[in-house]
T-cell receptor, first 113, second 112 residues
Framework: DGGITQSPKYLFRKEGQNVTLSCEQN?????MYWYRQDPGQGLRLIYY???????QKGDIAEGYSVSREKKESFPLTVTSAQKNPTAFYLC????????????FGPGTRLTVL | GQQVMQIPQYQHVQEGEDFTTYCNSS?????IQWYKQRPGGHPVFLIQ?????EVKKQKRLTFQFGEAKKNSSLHITATQTTDVGTYFC????????????FGTGTRLQVFP
């Protein structure tokens, strides 16, 4: 699976709670990405980071936050401001940027009750 | 915003039949990548096309990039049950190469 781990695989939270999804890679990749996948839809970019201590908003960043304090780690926090947080969340990394192959983690399925 | 559309959304075929999915962008793409996601799994990279009119083959899979670099296709010859999954194209916009734009995906079901 390309050396990217996401935990947990399944996550349940009550409405109004913040939750942080983990993403770790040991591929020495500079770039990391978070996507959201809803049933029957493609992947939508939430945030991406091309180097440590720097990140940019994707197409649907509202209600989410990220940090990139280490090259290996890119955690995603789903805040209570996200109106429809229930989804499948995928983390990916690439050597340098989007022109390179993206390697995906196994994903975290978040359900907000 | 910018969208990359794929058709069809779903395709059911009998094992041994051919399958094609088409990817269309309203904007010129710098390159296009194809990914496969098995049911319950995560996307896995298949191939990248960069040149206008480029054609690449991987065994029974044939990938094409249009002359105008706005469309692409994936053709599978003689499908097998192992081909089941959702196929996504992902394009890199020529004017913004920071992020891939994923297509809506085509879900393939193969009946034995």
């Amino acid at each position: 699976d390309g050396g990217i781990t996401q935990s947990p695989k399944y996550l349940f939270r009550k409405e109004g709670q913040n939750v942080t999804l983990s993403c770790e890679q040991n591929l020495n990749h500079d770039a990391m990405y978070w996507y959201r996948q809803d049933p029957g839809q493609g992947l939508r970019l939430i945030y991406y980071s091309q180097i440590v201590n720097d990140f940019q908003k994707g197409d649907i960043a509202e209600g989410y936050s990220v940090s990139r304090e280490k090259k290996e780690s890119f955690p995603l926090t789903v805040t209570s401001a996200q109106k429809n947080p229930t989804a499948f969340y995928l983390c990916a990394s690439s050597i340098e940027g989007s022109t390179d192959t993206q390697y995906f983690g196994p994903g975290t399925r978040l359900t907000v009750l | 915003g910018q969208q990359v559309m794929q058709i069809p959304q779903y395709q059911h075929v009998q094992e041994g039949e051919d399958f094609t999915t088409y990817c269309n962008s309203s904007t010129t793409l710098s390159n296009i990548q194809w990914y496969k996601q098995r049911p319950g799994g995560h996307p896995v990279f298949l191939i990248q096309l960069v040149k206008s009119g480029e054609v690449k083959k991987q065994k029974r899979l044939t990938f094409q990039f249009g002359e105008a670099k706005k469309n692409s296709s994936l053709h599978i010859t003689a499908t097998q049950t192992t081909d089941v999954g959702t196929y996504f194209c992902a394009g890199l916009l020529s004017y913004n190469t920071d992020k891939l734009i994923f297509g809506t995906g085509t879900r393939l079901q193969v009946f034995p």
